[in-house]
């Protein structure tokens, strides 16, 4: 079944550490986005990839980097920069365009100890 | 610039009533516009989309939502609320100008639902 996978679930990470979550598809999806969630604020936009090799900023990036080589593959590393990590994170991809709508991995739930 | 506003952030209502959440948008251009729905620790699963044909949009579990241009709503209903219902919903616009993909989220609405 073709869908978005992301690994793992819960992650703890000590302070000053720098953490990696995982976000693969195999939906043959062009763009790929990173989404944070934290209560009562809805999801906000922390990266995004249009295309292999190429990433933008969303509203929220400090903290933040991504890599996009593979058009499968879109990980997103949380750096000791970060100042308030902890926070459930959605991986999303879709096809090119406005009018697609957006397929959502799993979540992982980070946690700062 | 494209926002949405949820206008409950929470909604309680008795199993086998009518359910209504809220949500107008502001856009420049015609929008894209997305319910979402969310269980607890998972991820979104989309629930139904409007692309500008009918006005009228018809999506899983029997909810359904209706764009209203003038007013800048598009509130989902549905007519008899099961347990199952109880999540969080997410009302989304579609960044449409740049044509990124780029969603824009409102705050949620978290519905409960009662025996």
């Known amino acids: 079944d073709g869908g978005i996978t992301q690994s793992p679930k819960y992650l703890f990470r000590k302070e000053g550490q720098n953490v990696t979550l995982s976000c693969e598809q195999n939906l043959n999806h062009d763009a790929m986005y990173w989404y944070r969630q934290d209560p009562g604020q809805g999801l906000r936009l922390i990266y995004y990839?249009?295309?292999?090799?190429?990433?933008q900023k969303g509203d929220i990036a400090e903290g933040y980097s991504v890599s996009r080589e593979k058009k499968e593959s879109f990980p997103l590393t949380v750096t000791s920069a970060q100042k308030n990590p902890t926070a459930f994170y959605l991986c999303a991809s879709t096809l090119q365009g406005a009018w697609t709508e957006a397929f959502f991995g799993q979540g992982t739930r980070l946690t700062v100890v | 610039a494209q926002s949405v506003t949820q206008l409950d952030s929470h909604v309680s209502v008795s199993e086998g009533t009518p359910v209504l959440l809220r949500c107008n948008y502001s856009s420049s251009y015609s929008p894209s516009l997305f319910w979402y729905v969310q269980h607890p620790n998972k991820g979104l699963q989309l629930l139904l989309k409007?692309?500008?044909?009918?006005?009228l949009v018809k999506g899983i579990n029997g909810f359904e939502a209706e764009f209203k241009k003038s007013e800048t709503s598009f509130h989902l209903t549905k007519p008899s609320a099961h347990m199952s219902d109880a999540a969080e919903y997410f009302c989304?616009?579609?960044?449409?100008?740049?044509?990124?993909?780029?969603?824009?989220f409102g705050q949620g609405t978290t519905l409960q639902v009662k025996p």
């Open positions: 409007y692309t500008s044909a009918a006005t």
């Open positions: 989304v616009v579609s960044e449409g100008s740049s044509n990124t993909g780029k969603l824009i």
């Open positions: 990839s249009q295309i292999v090799n190429d990433f």
